[in-house]
Every structure is written in structure tokens, then in C-alpha cells.
């Protein structure tokens, strides 16, 4: 079992819908837009942001398609785990919000860690030691 765990999971997310937000202080405008008030001006975002009631969601959205690209098949009973069969074995990927534990055997773990890894930025955290409040012994 190898827990991983990817780094800001959230901005990952395509949006499905037109959100439109003040443009935050800090962010510089293009010069034609200096003349006008700031408060009278807004930014349409093109990505998922923390905060976000939508964020959780649209991350789960673009894990899954991820995953099922690669031939892992999502669990109808319980829709954050997804499993993958081959010739030289097998894997599990149970997702807990921003963390996947991996389950399977050794060579489809190397495998699926090394497809996460190309697609998201992620850590490494080793061994599962805790999952859930539940502490594993291997």
C-alpha cells in the first residue's frame, strides 16, 4: 500500500460553468483597462480555485477521467476507488479528496505512481501508515 498525495488538487479542475469574480488586488491590468474604476471590472476564472463550492467536484471530474483513460474501471458501489486489471496484475486507487492509496501488486504500483506522477504534481509519502484515523501494520 503507497500513499500519495497531489499538490494543490483543487487548481486541476476544468470548470464546467461561467464564473466571474472582482479582480484581486495585486493582479495587473492590461493598460486599456487602467482608466476605468477597479471595482467596476471583473475576471472570468478558467480554472477551479480553493474556495470554490464547485472545486471538489470538478478535481473528482478530472482525476476520474485520468484514471479511466488509463483502464482503470470506477467502482459503481463506492465512486472514489478505481480498479485496474492486467496480465501481471492488479491495482486499486482509492482517492480521499487529495490523497490515492495504492493497492496491488508491486509492478502495476510502480506503474500507476508513475501515470499520476506525469499527469499531476505529487508527493511520494511513502508506505500507508494511517488511513482514515485507522492505523496499518503491513
Known sequence: MQLMDVVTAYLYGDLDTEIYMKVPKGLKMPDENNSRPRNTLSIRLRRSLYGLKQSGQMWYNRLSEYLIRLGNVNNELCPCVF????????????????????????????????????????????????????????
Open 83 to 138: 480498479i485496474k486489471k492486467t496480465s501481471s496484475g492488479f491495482t486499486i486507487v482509492a482517492v480521499y479528496v487529495d490523497d490515492m492509496n495504492l493497492i496491488g501488486t508491486p509492478e502495476e504500483i510502480k506503474e500507476t505512481a508513475k501515470h499520476l506522477k506525469s499527469e499531476f504534481e505529487m508527493n511520494d509519502l511513502g508506505r500507508t501508515n494511517y488511513c482514515l484515523s485507522l492505523e496499518l501494520e503491513h
